[in-house]
């Protein structure tokens, strides 16, 4: 295991890669605050207003999109070198025959791939921390399940890489096959929300970063987090059969196909699991409590038959607020989107039935062209012969904060500066060690 350290950590490549990242890291934490403070200055004076200041996508998410994108483009990097350096040195089979077991290799070189990798979660956590500490405020456990996103953001990446550097003879090669991996996700978001690519829809459902959402609203989702644990257990299982000394090129194809096969079966069955959990502060992504135990006593199931298209606004913020909340409370909530399913622009479609929410609960209908969360919950219990339970919920009092002065200097300092130079001045001491035993 020293060996496998030693090739990731005494790098200087891999040292280099953390002080660029904790730069991209720092520069979101920094605009993040600076924006954070404007908004403040005047929520401050308005009690309304403060309500609105939530630093969950106001400070931690900004900063962690930096994460996301340094694991993307530069944790392939880092976490093929482990394995790759040994491809290239051409030491691996006799790596192999001292070990006695191609697995055995395997989880040593992923051990030492995912603790270089981590090297790019550290500056946001060294950067929230001083935020918290310069008198912003953070909910721990919301945010420990944002950061958990990311952790599971960079064990998929590490096991493309990995699995790159497997079936490929080069560093480069490898970390090209991570990258594209992290590129193919973001075209297939990109191609959401927009009517003339809805024939990719049903890729959408491949997508890391729809899978991560939830983690970034402080929920924790079952199915998202099955997903993306088989989505990182199926990049190492190919690193496996891609490392293994099988003679017949057709064995290592059918293992790899069989690992594939296996983990689209799981990662396909873990999709439609829609129960999460909010442990965002003061349970403010759900309906209130007794709406939320009302609607799980409605007998049947609930389905809303939604006509609007994806480039409607209002469906997009339905879909994060109301649609979310329903289905948080009643993971069995069937959502239909009637347009979605039209090969021509929804824009043609748009006629005197376009707008309308067809609500079904128990056997009874009703319908609006309203979005609110409110008016939906009442519909439902309309439609299911039953009152609107009480809706009082507490409220959440936001947390408005102006970083200014000699406090936004320190974290200016800590992200441009302090940070990625501890990296740099690390990774210098390391790489005058490079004797590997």
């Keep these: 295991m020293r060996r496998e350290l030693a090739i990731?950590?005494?790098?200087?490549?891999?040292?280099?890669?953390?002080?660029?990242?904790?730069?991209?890291?720092?520069?979101?934490?920094?605009?993040?605050?600076?924006?954070?403070?404007?908004?403040?200055?005047?929520?401050?004076?308005?009690?309304?207003?403060?309500?609105?200041?939530?630093?969950?996508?106001?400070?931690?998410?900004?900063?962690?999109?930096?994460?996301?994108?340094?694991?993307?483009?530069?944790?392939?990097?880092?976490?093929?070198?482990?394995?790759?350096?040994?491809?290239?040195?051409?030491?691996?089979?006799?790596?192999?025959?001292?070990?006695?077991?191609?697995?055995?290799?395997?989880?040593?070189?992923?051990?030492?791939?995912?603790?270089?990798?981590?090297?790019?979660?550290?500056?946001?956590?060294?950067?929230?921390?001083?935020?918290?500490?310069?008198?912003?405020?953070?909910?721990?456990?919301?945010?420990?399940?944002?950061?958990?996103?990311?952790?599971?953001?960079?064990?998929?990446?590490?096991?493309?890489?990995?699995?790159?550097?497997?079936?490929?003879?080069?560093?480069?090669?490898?970390?090209?096959?991570?990258?594209?991996?992290?590129?193919?996700?973001?075209?297939?978001?990109?191609?959401?929300?927009?009517?003339?690519?809805?024939?990719?829809?049903?890729?959408?459902?491949?997508?890391?970063?729809r899978q991560l959402v939830p983690f970034g609203r402080g929920l924790m989702p079952v199915g998202p987090s099955l997903w993306l644990l088989t989505a990182a257990g199926t990049g190492f299982g190919l690193a496996w059969a891609g490392g293994s000394f099988v003679q017949r090129a057709e064995k290592k194809i059918r293992a790899s196909l069989g690992v594939l096969v296996a983990g689209a079966l799981v990662m396909t069955s873990a999709g439609p699991v829609r129960r999460a959990y909010d442990w965002t502060e003061g349970g403010r992504a759900s309906l209130p409590p007794a709406v939320v135990e009302g609607l799980r006593s409605i007998p049947g199931r609930i389905e809303l038959d939604v006509y609007l298209d994806r480039e409607d606004s209002r469906r997009r913020q339905a879909e994060a607020d109301t649609f979310q909340k329903l289905v948080l409370a009643r993971p069995d909530v069937t959502i239909h989107m009637p347009l979605d399913r039209q090969e021509r622009p929804a824009e043609a479609e748009r006629g005197e039935g376009y707008g309308r929410i067809v609500v079904r609960a128990s056997g009874g209908v009703r319908e609006t062209r309203s979005t609110s969360r409110r008016e939906l919950t009442t519909l439902i219990f309309e439609a299911a012969g039953r009152s609107l339970p009480d809706w009082s919920q507490p409220s959440y009092r936001g947390f408005p904060v102006v970083i200014e002065g000699a406090r936004r200097g320190f974290l200016v300092a800590l992200a441009y500066g302090a940070i990625p130079l501890a990296f740099l001045l690390i990774g210098l001491r390391l790489s005058q060690r490079r004797t590997v035993r």
């Design 8 to 209: 990731a950590l005494r790098a200087p490549v891999t040292w280099l890669v953390a002080a660029v990242a904790a730069l991209l890291v720092g520069h979101g934490f920094v605009l993040a605050c600076d924006l954070f403070s404007a908004s403040s200055r005047s929520a401050l004076a308005s009690t309304l207003q403060s309500r609105e200041m939530d630093p969950l996508p106001g400070i931690v998410r900004p900063t962690l999109g930096g994460v996301g994108l340094a694991a993307a483009l530069l944790g392939p990097l880092v976490a093929a070198r482990p394995l790759s350096m040994e491809k290239e040195r051409g030491t691996y089979g006799a790596l192999c025959l001292a070990e006695g077991s191609v697995l055995r290799v395997m989880a040593n070189k992923a051990t030492a791939a995912v603790l270089a990798a981590g090297l790019l979660l550290i500056p946001s956590m060294v950067l929230l921390f001083a935020y918290r500490a310069v008198g912003g405020h953070l909910d721990l456990l919301e945010t420990s399940v944002a950061l958990g996103g990311e952790v599971l953001r960079l064990l998929v990446v590490v096991a493309a890489a990995l699995a790159g550097a497997a079936w490929t003879r080069t560093l480069a090669q490898a970390a090209t096959v991570g990258i594209a991996a992290s590129l193919t996700s973001w075209a297939i978001d990109a191609a959401e929300g927009f009517a003339a690519l809805a024939w990719l829809g049903g890729a959408s459902t491949w997508s890391i970063e």
